[in-house]
């Protein structure tokens, strides 16, 4: 870009001589030369010129002190060229068209026409300015010792920028005959009703805008040229904005009216990319950021809350429907306008929270309508006992499958989301933060999330991750990690992991031990080290079992005492602090203080358990060992007679090998005893073994109901459930095909939802342990503190008990009372607010 | 060292008490009864010498002029108050029954103790709406917090009617917070969840 020549560089002073002394006729002479030169340059025929015959002309005038008079002399031939040469030229080139449109009225014009003049007026102006570039650039270099001594001594701008002020006010805002319009206001017209053009389609000359554009960035308010007072910046770029403001305006209110999110996205985006190619090729970079912001506001702000709310397009329909590009293109745009980006937070926790609770609604309701048929069912069909029990089984299979779904449902929202964050959002921390927040919100409403989870966690393990390969079980674990991030009530999903886990070691029905690990390691660095001391424990025992189990076959083998009956022992050895006992299940065998009622157990076993309890106290004295016999499993050969004057099988003795649950075995061992014929009552089989009569009636099901295993008769031969007065005997008759049988189970052994029973026994059993905890956490705080307000206090356990569970303020309260009651909390008397002591 | 009954009944006959108002729970305070009818001698000589009476006509006197105080000087008031139930629960217990609280609330609330009434014309009855939610809604028995925080309890309530002091993040005890969402429930503030008998 041309800037103001002659200015800068050193200083070449001649010597001073005292002779000087000016006389006007001398001055005209050289005056002369100079005038004529000049006109010879602005007519472009400087080639024949003695370039230094006309320095030497100045140089003499302003060594003769007359430099002013030159200057202004020099202004004035300018402000003739333009008044006499230049602007009638232009002049001509604004036609009525032209003022028309700057005042407003376009009508009855084509859009072709309007480019046609205009462009006319463009070129006519930019050829004026690149004349007088060119003129003035030489006329700078003629008046050289002028510039560099004249303007330097008595500071005024040189001639070139006052030239280039000379423009601006003798062209630019020249007043155009008839109006009180100038050329300015012509300019600026046709430029921005050319990009209107543009923006509506057309295709402009771009080129003859920019140059006219870079004139106004080479021209200021005032000779001082400062940066900030380009006419492009005072006078150009501000009706720009204006006329770009109003247009976007339209344009979005249009949008609004007639289209969708999607094509608002779209054009939104297209606009901001032309804007910006704008700046680049029409007209001025400076105007890059301020055009954006005109944008943002006009066409994002404004309206971006009913677009949102658009049915069909909005965001509701952008998630739905994964329109991951429409989405992209929304958070770049709310990204633009607000960086906390609050409007599209506010719309993604919602649809989270929405379609959240929409899975837990869909659950909740399914469950009511299986829960409530399995208990009808369970009532009434006492006499039609046979579908009872597989129909029992199915709702709560399906119980179970419906919390699985639970979960696989959550996950796939969790995925959703997820992808979209990374898809669409740049994983945006802002917006992470407050997806986490309302998942956690949807997961801890619903009541059952720790069951489930752990649920979806256990049915895994229990065979889940069969023949996957190891990345994909990661991509499991991650999951239940996730999930169990999620969870408030660690404290529950605790209980139930335990329950559930248990259950898994127990039966064997753990696919991986190392899987187990895992998962527990796992939790231990989500949850910390207190959480799973248990849980690890429970797997100390089961491998320390394995130890005992083949340290005690080892030890009978030595012994040599071959002759006995050999029973073979498989023990497990669980330490009672470890092991969710209450929900291992014989509840039916607990006393009211939680301490089991032994089975009176055959000799056989007696025998056995005394020498186990031996082997096993030689190396831990002082330890208790306590039977359960409602867990654990025993083979037991049996082996039925041919049966006299019978056909095919009966007549043949048959042999089976069946596995009965322990209580199974106490009961059938009793047979053994008995004469061909003879019977046993219900109530004896009770009294002489001792086991509580639920689980009496259910094992006599399976024994002497249950074809299956059916080893026993049972008089009445009805189907229906055994109860006292019934009698047993050993069904001689019995036939199957398999010679191993597993005796099947009712219930028990596979991890499945709670009932409503059952579920308000464990809240029951969290919530007193809350309780204490609560206590424990309460003393310890106020222990350190002494005094300490009321709700200093609650803010503080409820800090203090945050990763395991959020205390219920009700639940808080009570347990100060109580302890104010028991003594180890007071309340502060006279205190401004409520306060506590702590009595020591 | 003990005093009988009846030995107690008529000392206070004596005095010239009403043995059936909230008369009676004075002197308990001033000689700090250990029970409602058994006085015991150091505590009484150590009483009666504070006050400075030390025969029968100064004590009538002076019990006579701090019954006049009684519902003007909360203080004194208070420490009546909490003492009474220091001496009306069994020694070895730490709660009083319900039913004998509801006798004594009603005492040491109406004239000469302070009536807790507010309202110009007295149109709320406190004494009234406690007792009758208690005997609806409260199956355990007192202890000495419930029994104190009543106190404080009646004492804001004398202030401010509307119980906008009342916030459900204070530390008032479970049984005054359900009082208040019973007393508002009848005063139609809360929406009406609970039954209605």
């Not at chain 1, 990204?335 to 599209?344: F, Y």
């Not at chain 1, 690890?536 to 005492?561: A, C, P, V, W």
């Not at chain 1, 929900?583 to 005394?610: A, F, K, V, Y």
């Not at chain 1, 189907?719 to 597993?742: H, L, Q, W, Y």
């Amino acid at each position: 870009m041309i800037s103001g020549r002659g200015r800068g560089g050193g200083k070449i002073r001649p010597p001073r001589r005292g002779m000087i002394g000016g006389d006007a006729s001398d001055f005209e002479t050289q005056w002369d030369i100079l005038c004529s030169a000049l006109r010879e340059i602005h007519t472009k025929n400087a080639s024949t010129l003695s370039f230094e015959q006309i320095y030497r002309a100045s140089y003499k005038i302003v060594l003769k002190k007359q430099g002013d008079k030159l200057y202004d002399r020099v202004k004035e031939f300018e402000e003739q060229w333009f008044g006499t040469t230049v602007m009638p030229k232009i002049r001509s080139l604004i036609t009525p068209n032209l003022v028309n449109i700057t005042l407003g009225g376009v009508t009855g014009v084509t859009a072709n026409e309007r480019r046609m003049t205009g462009e006319e007026f463009l070129k006519g102006l930019k050829v004026s300015w690149e004349d007088h570039i060119t003129t003035m650039n030489m006329t700078t270099d003629v008046l050289m010792y002028m510039d560099r001594v004249y303007c330097t001594d008595n500071r005024k701008a040189s001639i070139f920028t006052t030239s280039m002020g000379l423009y601006r006010d003798h062209i630019l805002r020249s007043q155009l005959t008839g109006s009180d319009l100038i050329t300015f206001d012509i300019l600026n017209s046709v430029v921005l009703d050319m990009i209107s053009m543009e923006r509506d389609g057309d295709v402009i000359n771009k080129a003859i805008i920019r140059s006219c554009i870079y004139m106004l960035e080479g021209l200021y308010e005032s000779d001082e040229e400062n940066e900030s007072e380009k006419l492009y910046i005072t006078t150009f770029e501000p009706a720009f904005l204006n006329a770009s403001r109003e247009f976007y305006k339209k344009e979005c209110a249009t949008l609004l009216r007639d289209s969708d999110a999607s094509t608002w996205l779209r054009q939104t985006k297209r606009r901001l990319t032309e804007e910006e190619t704008r700046t680049q090729t029409t007209i001025s970079m400076l105007t890059s950021q301020k055009i954006a912001k005109v944008i943002e506001a006009e066409m994002i702000s404004s309206h971006l809350s009913e677009f949102l709310a658009m049915e069909g397009s909005g965001i509701k329909a952008m998630i739905e429907n994964d329109r991951y590009e429409d989405l992209t293109l929304l958070y770049q745009m709310i990204t633009r306008v607000d960086s906390t980006k609050e409007p599209l937070k506010k719309a993604l926790a919602e649809r989270v929270v929405d379609l959240g609770s929409e899975i837990n609604k869909t659950i909740t309701n399914t469950d009511f309508s299986n829960v409530a048929g399995a208990a009808e069912d369970g009532e009434a069909a006492e006499s039609a006992d046979k579908s009872k029990a597989p129909k029992q089984q199915t709702a709560a299979a399906k119980q179970t499958a419906a919390a699985i779904r639970w979960v696989d449902d959550v996950l796939n929202l969790k995925d959703k989301f997820d992808k979209m964050w990374k898809k669409c959002m740049n994983e945006d921390l802002v917006l992470q933060t407050a997806l986490t927040k309302s998942f956690s919100d949807f997961i801890n409403q619903f009541p059952r999330c720790s069951e489930y989870v752990s649920l979806f966690i256990d049915n895994n393990l229990k065979g889940g991750i069969k023949g996957k390969t190891e990345t994909e079980i990661d991509a499991v674990l991650d999951k239940a990690t996730t999930l169990l991030r999620y969870i408030q009530d660690k404290d529950m999903f605790e209980r139930y992991y335990k329950k559930h886990l248990a259950r898994r070691l127990l039966h064997g029905k753990s696919e991986s031990a190392d899987v187990e690990r895992q998962m527990i390691s796992r939790m231990k660095l989500e949850i910390g080290n207190a959480f799973t001391t248990k849980l690890e424990g429970m797997f100390k025992d089961m491998t320390m079992s394995e130890d005992l189990t083949s340290g005690y076959r080892t030890h009978i083998q030595n012994l040599g005492d071959l002759d006995r009956k050999q029973i073979d022992l498989g023990i497990n050895v669980l330490t009672m602090n470890y092991w969710p006992m209450e929900s291992m299940g014989g509840s039916s065998s607990r006393r009211d203080d939680g301490t089991q009622i032994p089975c009176t157990w055959p000799n056989e076993i007696q025998l056995l358990q005394e020498s186990f309890k031996a082997f096993y106290l030689k190396e831990r004295n002082g330890r208790k060992l306590t039977w359960l016999g409602f867990l654990g499993s025993a083979d037991m050969r049996c082996s039925f007679p041919k049966i006299p004057g019978k056909e095919g099988v009966l007549s043949r003795e048959r042999r089976h090998e069946i596995n009965v649950p322990t209580y199974g075995m106490v009961i059938l061992l009793l047979f053994n005893d008995l004469e061909v014929g003879e019977t046993l009552s219900f109530e004896e089989i009770q009294s002489r073994t001792n086991i509580p009569n639920a689980d009496l009636a259910r094992m006599l099901h399976t024994l002497a109901v249950n074809p299956k295993a059916k080893v026993l008769t049972k008089d009445p031969a009805t189907r229906e459930m055994p109860k006292p007065g019934d009698k047993f005997g050993f069904n001689a008759s019995f036939t199957s095909k398999a010679v191993k049988i597993k005796a099947p189970v009712m219930l028990g052994a596979v991890n499945r939802v709670e009932g409503e029973e059952e579920r308000k026994d464990t809240e029951d059993r969290n919530d007193e342990h809350r309780g204490n905890v609560i206590d424990t956490v309460i003393v310890r705080i106020m222990k350190a503190r002494k005094t300490l307000a009321h709700t200093h206090l609650f803010t503080e356990v409820i800090g203090q008990l945050a990763t395991r569970f959020k205390p219920d303020v009700g639940m808080m309260k009570r347990r100060v009372e109580s302890l104010i009651e028991r003594e180890y909390l007071e309340r502060v008397e006279g205190a401004d607010v409520s306060t506590y002591a702590y009595l020591a | 060292d003990k005093t009988s009954v009846n030995g107690t009944m008529r000392y206070f006959q004596d005095l010239g008490l009403n043995l059936e108002n909230a008369e009676i729970f004075v002197p308990l305070e001033i000689v700090q009864a250990p029970q409602l009818a058994e006085l015991s001698k150091d505590s009484f000589i150590e009483g009666w010498k504070t006050v400075g009476a030390d025969t029968i006509p100064k004590q009538k006197a002076y019990v006579a002029s701090q019954l006049k105080q009684l519902s003007v000087d909360m203080a004194l008031f208070k420490r009546v108050y909490r003492h009474a139930f220091v001496c009306s629960k069994e020694p070895n217990q730490k709660a009083l029954p319900l039913e004998n609280a509801l006798v004594y609330w009603e005492m040491l609330f109406t004239s000469p103790g302070k009536p807790w009434v507010t309202g110009s014309g007295s149109t709320t009855n406190w004494t009234n709406l406690w007792i009758e939610f208690l005997k609806k809604k409260w199956t355990k028995t007192v202890n000495k917090d419930m029994w104190n925080q009543t106190f404080e309890f009646f004492q804001k309530t004398m202030q401010d009617d509307t119980l906008s002091f009342w916030s459900e993040d204070g530390a008032w005890p479970g049984v005054i917070d359900d009082f208040v969402a019973y007393v508002k429930q009848k005063r139609g503030e809360l929406p009406d969840t609970m039954e209605t008998d």
